[in-house]
């Protein structure tokens, strides 16, 4: 079952074991099951008043500016520390790439902690900060800052791996010929990773789509200035289950939108 075979051009083609299949299923059916138990609990009777009131609409629209701006925020310095970790020699390095990824695995609540003594009224930088009339924390900025916290890791892990596979021969051929670190890294390096930092960019936005525990702990739940649809779809669900039910699928579609139409460009670039 699943032998090798030849496709037309006669290249030769390794099946899968057969077994895979089982395991693959009940990762799938796992993954799928809760999607499908939502649809099944949506009131589509009222579901679009549900997703169309004023608090939904503003939640919203928070998510998706804040997500936005974080995702920028996770390009500029995101791909500066790819290329870090990726073509930098250095002591330390991997020290600095486990403390980068870390909040890839830390509780999300431990991530809005660690920033609110960062950047609180009383932190390591929001007391010098304060001195100056900035205030960060419980403010959209602090929505920003916890977002990029959860998400640049997605984005540093794309786009070093994309540098990686991509290798450094182009970039020797570059320089041989007498082009700049700047040129190398504009005209040769960035276009061969573009896919790698597509992905990364995608990632990166809709995880801060969907962060919860550091917003909540940093800039907590304020309407129109902090409350993103996370943070929404949590308080509706103590008071109006079918609404927290119908803002659960909208957040879905707008993410699966994302990711499928950016899925979509990296395949044509590559």
């Known amino acids: 079952m699943s032998q090798a075979s030849r496709d037309p051009g006669g290249q030769v083609r390794v099946g899968l074991p057969g077994w895979t299949y089982v395991p693959a299923a009940v990762g799938a059916a ?3 099951l809760p999607l499908v138990a939502v649809l099944l609990e949506i009131d589509w009777g009222n579901f679009v008043s549900l997703i169309t009131s004023e608090s939904a ?10 997500a ?9 310095l995101g791909i500066p520390l790819a290329l870090v970790l990726a073509r930098g020699r250095f002591r330390g390095r991997s020290a600095l ?5 870390l909040p890839l695995v830390m509780p999300p609540v431990v991530g809005g902690i660690a920033l609110l003594y960062t950047f609180g009224r ?3 930088l929001g007391e010098p900060l304060e001195a100056f009339g900035i205030r960060i924390a419980f ?15 997605f984005l540093v892990v794309s786009l070093e791996g994309s540098l990686h596979v ?11 010929l007498g082009a700049r670190p700047t040129t190398v890294l504009r005209r040769v390096t960035l276009p061969l990773v573009l896919p790698g930092l597509a992905s990364g960019a995608v990632l990166a936005f809709a995880r801060a ?8 702990t940093f800039a907590g739940s304020l309407q129109g200035v902090t409350r993103t649809l996370p943070l929404e779809i949590y308080l509706q669900r103590e008071t109006d289950p079918h609404a927290a039910v119908a803002l659960s699928l909208l957040l879905i579609v707008v993410a699966a939108g994302i990711v499928l139409l950016t899925h979509r460009r990296s395949a044509a670039v590559l």
């Open 139 to 153: 403010s959209t900025t602090a929505v920003v800052l916890a977002q990029t916290f959860v998400s640049l890791p």
């Open 68 to 76: 936005t701006a974080s995702t920028v925020a996770c390009i500029l």
């Open 57 to 66: 609409r503003t939640a919203l629209l928070l998510s998706l500016r804040t």
């Open 97 to 101: 790439r486990s403390l980068v990824l």
């Open 209 to 216: 789509l969907g962060e919860f525990g550091a917003t909540i």
């Open 122 to 124: 009383n932190g390591l």
């Open 30 to 32: 796992f993954l799928i």
């Open 166 to 176: 991509a290798g450094r021969r182009y970039e020797e051929v570059a320089a041989t």
